[in-house]
């Protein structure tokens, strides 16, 4: 079965500081491709990056990071020097090429604060 | 319009109305989906069609009914729905089911009283 953890129900954080999101799964595929999405409070899920399980290199996208490793299981999201404007909840997602939707942990809710 | 849309933005209804939510995506893709974001509970995924063919259906009540006419368009219709149906229903799309991302519209908030 697939299943997708993310432990921190929500995080506060002052602007400025680095916070990191935790995302932990599970599953058999050896093929399978993991997403983190963004929701602001106007409720739309924003995509924000796909990995494939073959492709371990971390990404930088501005203040985004992404830290993929398979002998965890987790890949991992920090927002370095965060604003105001990061406040959402954040939910990491994975997918495989036997099933047909996408596994979303319950979300990460993070608040900052000025 | 760019990706996916979603109307009406904001629903309320009685138990005994019905209505339909609408989606439209503008992206190409083959693939659409329904889900459901209540308060303090994960997304759950209502139905998926791909070809505009349902291939998953889960467990949802039948008060719920999907439609998807062609591959741009998936509908919900809504009749004598309950008070605990009150959610975010957000609609996706994705250019295959397996391994794809899927983007989503802005979601339909409803409330039921």
């Known amino acids: 079965a697939q299943k997708v953890t993310q432990a921190q129900t929500e995080i506060s954080v002052v602007e400025k500081e680095d916070v990191t999101l935790d995302c932990v799964y599970e599953?058999?595929?050896?093929?399978?491709?993991l997403f983190w999405y963004k929701q602001p409070p106007s409720g739309e899920l924003v995509f924000l990056i796909r990995r494939n399980s073959f492709d371990e290199q971390n990404e930088i996208s501005g203040r985004y990071s992404w830290n993929f490793q398979k002998s965890t299981s987790s890949f991992n999201f920090t927002i370095t020097a965060s604003q105001v404007v990061d406040s959402a909840v954040y939910f990491c997602a994975l997918s495989g090429l036997s099933f047909q939707k996408l596994v979303f942990g319950t979300g990460t809710r993070l608040l900052v604060s000025p | 319009e760019t990706g996916v849309t979603q109307t009406p933005r904001h629903l309320v209804m009685g138990m005994t109305n019905k209505k339909s939510l609408k989606c439209e995506q503008h992206l190409g893709h083959n693939a659409m989906y329904w889900y459901k974001q209540s308060a303090k509970k994960p997304l759950e995924l209502m139905f998926v069609?791909?070809?505009?063919?349902?291939?998953e259906n889960n467990s949802v009540p039948s008060r719920f009914s999907p439609e998807c006419p062609n591959s741009s368009h998936l509908f919900l219709h809504l009749h004598t729905l309950q008070p605990e149906d009150s959610a975010l229903y957000l609609c996706?799309?994705?250019?295959?089911?397996?391994?794809?991302?899927?983007?989503f519209g802005p979601g339909t908030r409803l409330t039921v009283l």
């Open positions: 599953t058999r595929d050896t093929t399978y491709y």
């Open positions: 069609y791909s070809l505009e063919e349902r291939v």
């Open positions: 996706a799309s994705s250019q295959e089911t397996r391994g794809d991302t899927q983007y």
